[in-house]
């Protein structure tokens, strides 16, 4: 009798090697503990943390969300413990876990601020890879890191110079061509891409004439976006060759399955864990099913196998 082989859904990302492809979003799953009586955590293929800047920061004033069709908006404005408060509180919970710990950071206001965060993880064992939060879109700036070309270009060498971790740029989707920002961040050392952050947008409360949220806009998640998501990782995985982290409206194993075939190399999940905080582990399972069912070995027989 043939024994018939178990598939491979274990997957690498620069140095990281990563159990399963399932990630949880930065922003969408707090600093893990929040979910631990919810869903098996030790399961997941890695773990990104809410964004951490160098202070502690209180974040945009309330409301901070509000539900959309098929979708929310958020506004939440990076509130954080900052870097010292969470490596004293939130990093021991997280290296019990076993489980990859990717930190998502930012600046608040310079570009150096991202240099400092760099260099204190570095040094933390714990953690496994950096994220580069160049996109969000709810600090009221001008104009985001990640809508300029020459700009992320510019902060990731400065950040790949201080760093030995793996480390992954996350997108804006509001942007002209997020393949050339991907570009960038490629021949500047990123070893992974993370796309899409949220899109830019506003709800209206009729009776009031007022925004829904207290800082008037914020950035859409949920299944309303993932064909503009699917459609930015395919344009994405046809100009570079580092791996792809998608994201995007990702709710349960068919619309993970999109972002493989379209060339995603893992996959992160945000706003489903909202409504069901076990949805990742569900994730992982029904890939396993997917690929046992099709005779498909390894994930990488599915990346980027989209039929045009």
């Given at each position: ?20 492809p ?15 009586n ?6 997941l ?14 974040g ?72 580069l ?5 709810n ?31 996350k ?16 021949e ?41 998501a ?18 995007g ?31 990742s ?28």
């Amino acid at each position: 009798m043939v024994k018939r082989c178990q598939p491979d859904s274990s997957v690498k990302i620069g140095r990281l090697h990563l159990n399963n492809p399932v990630m949880v979003a930065s922003g969408t799953f707090g600093y893990a503990e929040e979910f631990k009586n919810f869903t098996d955590l030790e399961k997941l293929g890695a773990i990104v943390t809410k964004t951490i800047t160098v202070k502690p920061r209180a974040g945009n004033p309330a409301p901070r969300t509000c539900e959309t069709p098929a979708g929310m908006l958020n506004s939440i404005g990076l509130e954080n413990p900052g870097i010292a408060n969470f490596i004293k509180d939130k990093i021991n919970f997280l290296k019990k876990l076993g489980v990859p710990i990717i930190v998502s950071i930012a600046s608040e206001n310079s570009p150096d601020e991202f240099l400092e965060l760099a260099e204190i993880l570095d040094d933390l064992k714990e953690v496994s890879a950096i994220e580069l939060n160049i996109s969000c879109p709810n600090l009221h700036k001008d104009k985001l890191i990640s809508q300029d070309a020459q700009s992320t270009f510019g902060l990731v060498k400065e950040v790949r110079r201080l760093t030995r971790k793996c480390l992954i740029t996350k997108l804006s989707p509001n942007v002209t061509s997020i393949s050339e920002i991907a570009k960038a961040s490629e021949e500047a050392g990123s070893d992974a891409v993370s796309l899409i952050n949220t899109l830019g947008g506003m709800s209206i409360d009729v009776n009031k004439r007022a925004p829904k949220l207290g800082s008037w806009v914020g950035g859409l998640s949920g299944p309303a976006i993932r064909p503009i998501a699917v459609r930015m990782v395919w344009e994405v995985y046809n100009k570079i060759k580092i791996p792809i982290i998608g994201m995007g409206g990702i709710m349960d194993t068919q619309s993970a399955l999109e972002f493989f075939i379209a060339g995603s190399t893992a996959i992160s999940v945000g706003t489903a864990n909202f409504i069901n905080p076990g949805i990742s582990s569900e994730i992982i399972e029904g890939l396993k099913k997917y690929m046992a069912d099709n005779k498909i070995r390894s994930l990488r027989e599915i990346t980027g196998i989209l039929k045009i």
